[in-house]
């Protein structure tokens, strides 16, 4: 199928970010929010990627006029009649993105592709409010989406293979890096590093280290930013949203550090409002240590020891659990991570990695984890498996890769 045209609707950094890669690709798009005002900041956004690039010498100030010409802006679902695709990039609520849906459906070419760029909401159940589910689709992009190759294409139950082939040819076309994931709470990307982030604000509740001293940690290890600076590029509010909808999933092992929900409550929502874990706009300089404080005389914990490991394996183990329910085989697991969290290319991804550490020596170190920070750590069951067959890793040339 042929796109001559898209739509996104909601006009955040993401909404943004996806318009200005689709126009990029030199495809028109209108991008949809609820009022002038929104649409506006949205079209702002994209132009100010663009500027970006005129000022670094990679585009001329008329070819950024004529990327712009692609980009139109609307209030009105009229808009999208002519759109053979459309991406929606509205906040995380199910009956909200259902209604866009229903809405969409209204209004579009019977042939049109409806996409979603939630961030860990269920594609099938999106997908249920409408009659033509089989057009419905997970086309997950990641932030900034001018920059990360990533895109996550997944079907929900209900979509045809033919939208599948569709969506991941877009993705091409818009030259990002498409992988197929079976659906499940927070995809593949998301379920991988939230545990890694939810270990991070763990490490700092319970006094570990200074934030600081573990974003530089993890910058060393070869990460492109650390956890905290990157819990406050995704923004506080949105990371809460997908931790309620994993641990709704998956139980205890994706329990919420109480900083993450406490950070929320006292709106400090990351870049976005200025005020995260770090400070952005100096008329908001607020003190972390109650907040710490409070959630240690609650909790009790306090004390418990910091490495890069700790947050690294719980990406590994999660990489495990995910391998073992077919979501994605190992080598798209390591890509996906590769080119949507900037995971460390050196290190070939968390599989390839736990493959040069020793699969057994990753057992061991969860088991201590497990014992001595909690429950969270225990193995995914396919660890004890492939250490029982002497599926090691490198060192006995078989373990998730062959070597
Ligand atoms: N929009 C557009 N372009 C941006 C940008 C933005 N918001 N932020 C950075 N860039 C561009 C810069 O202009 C620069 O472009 P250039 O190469 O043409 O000069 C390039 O990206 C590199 O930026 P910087 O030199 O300023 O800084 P870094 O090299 O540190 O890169 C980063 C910034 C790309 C954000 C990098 O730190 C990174 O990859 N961080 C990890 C981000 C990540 O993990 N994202 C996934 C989060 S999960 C998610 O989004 C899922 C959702 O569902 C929650």
Redesign the pocket.
Known sequence: MFIYKAGVVGAG??GA?IA?VISFSGLPVVIKDTDDERVKKGIDLVR??YQ??VD?G?MTASELEQKMSLVSGTTSYDDFKDCDLVIEAVFENMKVKQQVFQDLEKVLPETAIMAT????LSISQIASAVKRSDKVIGI?????????KLVEVIPGLQTSSETVDDAVAFAESLRKMPVRVKECAGFL??RL?LPYLNEAAYALQEGAAPMEEMDKALRAFG???GPF??LD??GLD??AD?SMILYDSFGPRMKAAEILGAMHKANRLGTKNGIGFYVYDETKKADLKPILDEIQAKTGVKGTPFSPERLVFQMINEAAFCLEENVASPSDIDLAMLA???FPQDKGGPLHLADGIGVDVVLAKLQEFSKTLGPRFWPAPILKRMVAANYLGQKTKKGFFNY
């Open positions: 950094a993401m970010g200005q100010k990627v970006g690039r670094k990679k760029n939630t961030s860990a997950h992009f990641f932030n900034p989406a001018p920059v990360m990307v998301n590093l990460m492109p930013m600076a990157l590029m995704l949105v990371c997908v949507g969290t900037g």
